[in-house]
């Protein structure tokens, strides 16, 4: 029998984190939910505790890669649905629509195409660093001191190197009413520019621009829209 834990890392989303926790808290599909709260300044812990989650909290901020490996660590489902913490305009719809496909076995995985994803990957159909995600946690629960020493925002492609090496079939489901917030909306502009180069410069110290085309080429082949 499938059961999804849901791990949402996050870090200084208070003002956010409780509209998604209000979606996925009840849903039907999901056994669990694990708020992974990264060194929050802010009420985080407090708002997911008070939304009647589990929270996981960690000291000192160690980026979302470590985070989503304590929320591993702890999740007690067979497969995990990886969400983030500031999504707008998710519904139950979306959260179905995200996992059905795994339990109804039409695919191995499943990986989010949001509605302000970049304008490339709208066009292939695929962003292939989305943070919203579907997989068995077998491929990953043995793995955690590996995940822990990924660069904060390495995670992603590092899972897609495992989905590629395993053969799976993918499907790209798309939220056309879901955005992320840009990190300059969230930070200003200069912050929100420095974390896009810190993001980007940690997904290149995973794997490089090469194997980052052949990552792209490789998952839109399995992948099924």
Same mark, same amino acid.
């Given at each position: ?25 009840? &849903?039907? +599909? +999901? *056994? ?10 802010? %009420? $985080? ?10 929270? =996981?909290? !960690?000291?000192? %901020? ?16 067979? &497969? !995990? #649905?990886?969400?983030?913490?500031? +999504? ?10 995200? =996992? ?12 989010? !195409? ?19 995600? =579907? @997989?068995?946690?077998?491929? /990953?629960? $043995? ?6 020493? #990924?660069? &904060? *925002?390495? #995670?992603?492609?590092?899972? %897609?190197? +495992? ?23 969230? /930070?200003?502009? !200069?912050?929100?520019? /420095? ?8 997904? @290149?110290?995973?794997? $490089? ?17």
């Amino acid at each position: 029998m499938i059961t999804v834990s849901c791990i949402i890392p996050a870090c200084n989303e208070a003002t956010r984190i409780g509209k998604v926790l209000d979606v996925v808290r009840n &849903h039907p +599909l +999901l *056994f669990e939910i694990i708020v992974v709260d990264d060194g929050s300044a802010d %009420n $985080t812990a407090n708002v997911a505790r008070e939304k009647g989650v589990r929270v =996981v909290r !960690l000291a000192k %901020n160690q980026g979302k890669s470590h985070a989503v490996a304590e929320g591993i660590a702890a999740a007690r489902g067979s &497969h !995990l #649905l990886m969400l983030d913490a500031d +999504l707008m305009g998710l519904n139950e719809c979306d959260i179905t629509r995200l =996992v059905q496909p795994v339990i109804q076995n039409q695919a191995d995985v499943t990986i989010s !195409l949001r509605r302000n994803s970049p304008w490339f990957w709208r066009c292939i159909g695929l962003d292939y660093i989305s943070g919203e995600r =579907v @997989f068995a946690r077998e491929l /990953m629960a $043995t793995r955690l001191d590996e995940i822990r020493a #990924l660069p &904060h *925002f390495g #995670l992603e492609v590092w899972i %897609n190197r +495992l989905w590629i090496a395993a053969g799976f079939r993918v499907q790209v489901v798309s939220w056309k009413g879901v955005i992320s917030p840009y990190k300059a909306a969230k /930070m200003g502009w !200069l912050r929100g520019l /420095m974390a896009d180069v810190s993001m980007m410069r940690d997904i @290149f110290r995973t794997i $490089t621009l090469r194997e980052s085309v052949q990552q792209i080429i490789s998952l839109r082949r399995r992948s099924q829209a």
